[in-house]
């Protein structure tokens, strides 16, 4: 039977809630019945560990979907709201401009490489370590407010005002300023799925938090040319005016692309990985047993929360995979959630067991278009968990139900009501 009619009758469908309020299980009988499939939207689906990441390591399949005919794609993507939007000529133009200043997570070499190389260093292991006392002083303010309450929604109290202080800090964001990108970022990571999920509100709300975005950035990267702090931005800017290849639009989406991505997936990492804890008390005891295990724990929790719980490439030229032939201009959706709970690659992979030995998730990605911020987002996870134990060890989750945002790309809590004192 060709793979794009699973026997089972199950596909991935995007537009089915079930895949965003409890995945696994469906990922799971996906695995099973259809691994490989065409579903009724027209493109392919990988659920498997080992065809996710071959997908992620072939150059044939490509980040940036203006590298094939967009004719192409949109006859397979049959239910594609692009066509309508198409005739209306001030999202055609907005579309375009988007498309021209679209940040190098969406770009293949060798733009891809000249724009991230220009903000790589700020990333390393060595320089993300120099920032975790840091980190550690952020995070002990934060407790100290949230202990004094006693009941709070630790995303808000905790998961979300770390990893955004610690980003606009390292990009030399004002810190009156932050509070301003709460909508922005939301609508930006709401807008993240593939276009053809989105309504028309969801795509406007997007491009407007764009516009105001770059706005603000414009006004920044000016004042940090005009006056250069020791920050990122004005890093950029001086990049850019010391005759780099980054242009005014490539300068602008950089940093929104860093100021959303560098907090969107840590804040549903943290928030995340704090509630998968709560629901294996054997495992938040270990972790407050054993502080040390922290690092290797914070990988396992990356498998099993899967922040990301899928990526899509294009195929530019046509390939094999898993024994199924896929034409350029195929659209292709690895489900890296789905690839982190894979039995062939994980024993017993339903369990979080923050010793596991080699967890080679999928969480950040792999390849040339591995999570430039992982190490950063590593330590902040770190930093909080360890802290969260020592300080507040008989925290306890103060709902018996939560809610996830409607996103499906990106997978995260809407809250995590908790009691500190247990």
Same mark, same amino acid.
């Given at each position: ?6 026997? %089972? ?10 895949? @965003? ?10 695995? $099973?019945? +259809? ?21 992620? #390591?072939?150059?044939?399949?490509? %980040? ?9 794609? +949109?006859? #397979? ?9 198409? +005739?209306?000529?001030?999202?055609? #133009? ?42 550690? $002083? *952020? ?27 610690? *980003? ?41 938090? @764009?516009?105001?975005?770059? $706005? ?8 940090? !040319? ?6 990122? *931005? ?39 990985? @704090? ?17 040390? *295990? @922290? ?17 899509? !490439? ?109």
């Amino acid at each position: 039977m060709m793979p794009d009619a699973p026997s %089972s009758g199950l596909v991935f469908d995007p537009f089915d809630p079930r895949w @965003v309020t409890d995945p696994f299980p469906l990922y799971a009988e996906l695995r $099973q019945e +259809a691994p490989v499939h065409r579903n009724h939207l027209g493109f392919w689906v990988l659920s498997r560990h080992a065809d996710c990441l071959a997908l992620l #390591r072939d150059r044939r399949a490509s %980040s940036d979907s203006t590298r094939v005919d967009a004719a192409r794609l +949109a006859f #397979r993507l049959r239910r594609d709201p692009a066509a309508t939007r198409a +005739a209306d000529p001030a999202r055609t #133009r907005a579309a375009a401009a988007m498309v021209e200043a679209r940040p190098f997570l969406f770009r293949d070499p060798p733009d891809h490489t000249r724009l991230r190389g220009l903000v790589s260093k700020a990333f390393t292991p060595r320089v993300v370590e120099s920032m975790r006392p840091r980190t550690q $002083q *952020i995070v002990d303010e934060l407790l100290d407010a949230a202990l004094d309450e006693g009941d709070v929604d630790l995303l808000r109290a905790l998961a979300y005002p770390l990893p955004v202080q610690v *980003i606009c800090e390292l990009l030399g964001v004002p810190a009156e300023d932050q509070d301003r990108f709460q909508a922005w970022s939301g609508a930006l990571a709401r807008g993240i799925d593939p276009e053809f999920l989105l309504p028309d509100e969801v795509v406007d709300a997007r491009q407007a938090a @764009v516009v105001e975005f770059a $706005q603000y950035f414009f006004e920044l990267l000016a004042e940090r !040319r005009a006056s250069p702090g020791d920050d990122l *931005i004005s890093a950029l800017a001086l990049a850019e005016d010391g005759g780099d290849t980054l242009n005014e639009a490539e300068l602008l989406s950089t940093c929104i692309l860093l100021l959303v991505a560098g907090h969107e997936t840590t804040v549903n990492l943290i928030s995340g990985g @704090v509630h998968a804890l709560l629901c294996h008390p054997d495992q938040w005891r270990r972790l407050r047993q054993d502080p040390g *295990i @922290v690092r290797n724990g914070v990988e396992e929790l990356l498998r099993f929360v899967s922040p990301v719980q899928f990526t899509v !490439r294009t195929i530019v030229e046509d390939l094999d995979l898993a024994g199924v032939p896929m034409e350029e201009g195929d659209f292709v959706m690895a489900l890296l959630g789905s690839g982190n709970h894979d039995p062939e690659a994980f024993v017993d992979p339903e369990r979080l067991d923050l010793g596991r030995a080699n967890v080679n998730h999928l969480g950040f990605g792999f390849g040339i278009h591995h999570c430039l911020g992982a190490p950063l987002a590593r330590m902040e996870t770190q930093v909080a968990l360890t802290a969260l134990a020592r300080r507040a060890p008989n925290v306890a989750l103060a709902t018996d139900t939560v809610s996830y945002r409607p996103t499906v790309a990106l997978r995260g809590l809407e809250a995590l009501p908790v009691s500190l004192r247990g």
